[in-house]
């Protein structure tokens, strides 16, 4: 019963599925259709000892890009796939790489060319010289350079995929034949159109001693289908553990709201998902499971609920849906500036990251939510405003450009609205091991008071009143510790009328408790 799952990646209309095509059906596909999410096939590998391999087959349009981690949480072979005639160097194969690393920091890389057969050139030695430097030669399983219409190189690909297969933690464990019971029995429950995509875990352990497994077995067993991607985890909190009975259908339930799809896009215009509207969305499945389809959403940083001083707005933003376009955000923040010309501008703060994942960028949208001025969201930033009775004291833009793994936030007004900002992502990028700061640049009008690495500065701290305002920053950042008298410091302001340390305090834990803006004004 050993299993093996294959997931490959790739920018779009790269080749996977007709790769996974030639494999299991040795023949071309020539109708291709845009994957949608995930697509899932399972085939039994012949003269290979009873092998089956599971291909996890990611699309690989960039709205699926946060989705497929919820895929990715289990022992696998690692294909990227991208096709040399339909991409200007590897820059965009870099970023399908990294999403991959960001969830499985210790994945074996396969890398694998397409189009062979349409002309398309391999790599050149000092090509992939460059991808072992860049991600460890230890990491680089292998090259392969294919063309699916002809099979060239397929035999070899798939050898080497038997190979690492065999590598993989339990292909040789002794299955039980009670888990090839229940293994059997979930395929034939998927085909069953009443069957539940979801049950409890509880309803786990009652299945799995329905075919025979008992005890402890229980969860060794859900652990093994797990890893071997037949079935799907999803933990709520310490109380409560789901079990996806069909990886593929939740998939297609992702897939109604966060899609490259156009007639389903409507359901999620200008990137917000109407509660009102999830009757319609989830139709085709059961009634009491739409909410937690919503709360899913919630829980795993997909999309985050709206509200305002008065209560919930009856919508969720949905962070992968975000328009990739600056243009809305710009104008607010032009506007902001028009119309508060005695607000004067601050410090500029950008932060040059090792690596800046995908997830980063939305944990910091949720976390800047309750600051973060209506339709100023965009996928790489947004514009947060300081209120107080309803003034505007301050306000800034936030962008995380990953391409370029940066963070730059721009402000005008009192420093403590950079300072939390900087504060909020410093938390954010704590969730991602490894990713550390390399540089940090602190600008006044352009010029800068500071340009330095994690350790060592190139350019000396300030001198005069904006030398605190540095130390500040850096400390909010984790550069450096603590500094002197840093319970006044923090969030120094510039003037007396400023807010109160009071004021502050609220402030600063509003990105990490349920303070609202009314309970800001109510202590002003």
Not at 225 to 232: K, P, Q
Not at 351 to 379: C, D, H, Y
Not at 446 to 460: E, N, R
């Amino acid at each position: 019963m050993p299993i093996a799952k294959i997931i490959l990646t790739g920018p779009p209309w790269a080749g996977k599925t007709c790769l996974v095509h030639r494999l299991v059906h040795k023949s071309f596909l020539k109708k291709r259709q845009m994957t949608p999410g995930v697509s899932l096939k399972s085939w039994k590998v012949p003269d290979a000892d009873d092998l089956e391999f599971l291909f996890y087959d990611l699309g690989g349009q960039p709205v699926y890009a946060t989705t497929h981690r919820l895929f990715l949480h289990t022992r696998a072979c690692f294909l990227v796939v991208w096709n040399p005639n339909a991409e200007n160097g590897l820059a965009r194969v870099h970023e399908y790489v990294r999403d991959l690393l960001d969830v499985v920091p210790d994945a074996l890389l396969t890398f694998v060319t397409t189009h062979a057969d349409e002309g398309a050139a391999e790599l050149l030695e000092d090509e992939l010289e460059t991808l072992r430097e860049k991600y460890g030669a230890q990491r680089v399983a292998g090259y392969f350079h294919i063309g699916s219409e002809d099979a060239s190189g397929i035999a070899d690909l798939l050898q080497h995929l038997v190979s690492l297969a065999g590598g993989l933690n339990g292909m040789d464990s002794l299955f039980l034949p009670s888990y090839k019971t229940l293994r059997d029995h979930i395929r034939g429950q998927r085909r069953e159109e009443s069957s539940p995509l979801t049950i409890t875990r509880n309803e786990w352990d009652r299945l799995a001693e329905g075919t025979g497994v008992q005890g402890w077995e229980c969860e060794r067993a859900l652990g093994l289908l797990h890893a071997f991607g037949e079935v799907l985890r999803l933990p709520h909190g310490k109380k409560r553990e789901d079990v996806v009975m069909s990886p593929q259908r939740f998939a297609n339930v992702l897939a109604c709201v966060i899609t490259a799809e156009k007639h389903r896009c409507a359901y999620s215009r200008r990137a917000l998902l109407r509660h009102s509207e999830t009757d319609r969305i989830w139709k085709a499945y059961d009634s009491h499971l739409r909410d937690g389809f919503l709360q899913f959403l919630h829980d795993s940083d997909l999309a985050v609920p709206l509200q305002d001083e008065s209560g919930p707005l009856g919508a969720s933003l949905l962070f992968p849906m975000l328009s990739d376009m600056s243009g809305e955000s710009n104008a607010i923040f032009r506007n902001l500036r028009a119309s508060y010309p005695t607000i004067p501008q601050g410090l500029t703060v950008k932060v040059k990251f090792n690596s800046l994942p995908r997830l980063f960028g939305q944990r910091l949208q949720r976390r800047l939510m309750r600051i973060t001025e209506a339709n100023s969201w965009w996928r790489e930033g947004c514009v947060t405003v300081l209120q107080e009775d309803a003034t505007v004291r301050g306000f800034a833009r936030v962008g995380y450009h990953r391409r370029e793994s940066e963070l730059c936030v721009e402000n005008y007004g009192p420093s403590i609205l950079l300072e939390d900002i900087l504060y909020a992502s410093r938390q954010c990028f704590r969730g991602f091991p490894g990713v550390t700061i390399e540089e940090v640049r602190i600008l006044a009008g352009g010029t800068p008071l500071f340009v330095g690495g994690s350790q060592i500065s190139s350019a000396p701290y300030s001198e005069g009143g904006r030398a605190q305002e540095v130390r500040d920053i850096l400390y909010r950042l984790g550069v450096i510790g603590e500094p002197e008298g840093a319970e006044e410091a923090k969030g120094q302001l510039e003037a007396p009328a400023d807010l109160t340390p009071e004021i502050k305090y609220l402030w600063r834990k509003m990105h990490d408790a349920s303070i609202t803006r009314n309970d800001l004004q109510r202590v002003a």
